[in-house]
T-cell receptor, first 113, second 114 residues
Framework: AQSVTQLGSHVSVSEGALVLLRCNYS??????LFWYVQYPNQGLQLLLK??????LVKGINGFEAEFKKSETSFHLTKPSAHMSDAAEYFC???????????FGTGTRLQVFP | DADVTQTPRNRITKTGKRIMLECSQTKGHDRMYWYRQDPGLGLRLIYYSFDVKDINKGEISDGYSVSRQAQAKFSLSLESAIPNQTALYFC?????????????FGPGTRLTVL
């Protein structure tokens, strides 16, 4: 069965610090994995995705994620947080029949000056 | 102009009322989805549609119905709204081929049931 676990519902960092948001998945087929960001009062926007090929995926706004099959993980990182990164982040895995996305419960990122 | 639009953006209604949330898209995608978002629960799939004649229940379809009026339009109805349907509702679209299920989201409708 397809599922996603996001560790930590809230993460706080200082501006300029490393951002690490954790995502572990379960998938009965080779996974397609996604990170979405939701800014306040907005819909979800795709940050990056992993489908096949290179396991280190770069996305928008300086974010990247590494697919680690052995650890069933797809953690999101950014070397230096900016105030504008404050948002909620969702990890998702594609359904086994590639028909839908299964989302994690989200991680709210706070960035302090 | 936004590719995926939702109307209304905000709605307050009373228990027992019928409510319709509408979604339109100009992306030309065949697949459309309705989700609800609740704090701490993430996004949960209500219904999804692969074309006008193909409607599927998601994980939380009870109390909801949908209509796919055209490729570009997908409506969600609450026949008799109840307070625990108070949530943020999102519509999303996806292409069929080569898209790996990447979905594009509307801005959301905030629904409050009193």
């Amino acid at each position: 069965a397809q599922s996603v676990t996001q560790l930590g519902s809230h993460v706080s960092v200082s501006e300029g610090a490393l951002v690490l948001l954790r995502c572990n998945y379960s998938s009965s087929v080779p996974p397609y994995l996604f990170w979405y960001v939701q800014y306040p009062n907005q819909g979800l926007q795709l940050l990056l995705k992993y489908t096949t090929g290179a396991t280190l995926v770069k996305g928008i706004n300086g974010f990247e994620a590494e697919f680690k099959k052995s650890e069933t993980s797809f953690h999101l990182t950014k070397p230096s947080a900016h105030m504008s990164d404050a948002a909620e982040y969702f990890c998702a895995v594609s359904g086994a029949f590639r028909d839908k996305l299964i989302f994690g419960t989200g991680t709210r990122l706070q960035v302090f000056p | 102009d936004a590719d995926v639009t939702q109307t209304p953006r905000n709605r307050i209604t009373k228990t027992g009322k019928r409510i319709m949330l509408e979604c339109s898209q100009t992306k030309g995608h065949d697949r459309m989805y309705w989700y609800r978002q609740d704090p701490g629960l993430g996004l949960r799939l209500i219904y999804y549609s692969f074309d006008v004649k193909d409607i599927n229940k998601g994980e939380i379809s009870d109390g909801y119905s949908v209509s796919r009026q055209a490729q570009a339009k997908f409506s969600l109805s609450l026949e008799s709204a109840i307070p625990n349907q108070t949530a943020l509702y999102f519509c999303a679209t996806s292409a069929v081929r080569g898209a790996y299920n990447e979905q594009f989201f509307g801005p959301g409708t905030r629904l409050t049931v009193l």
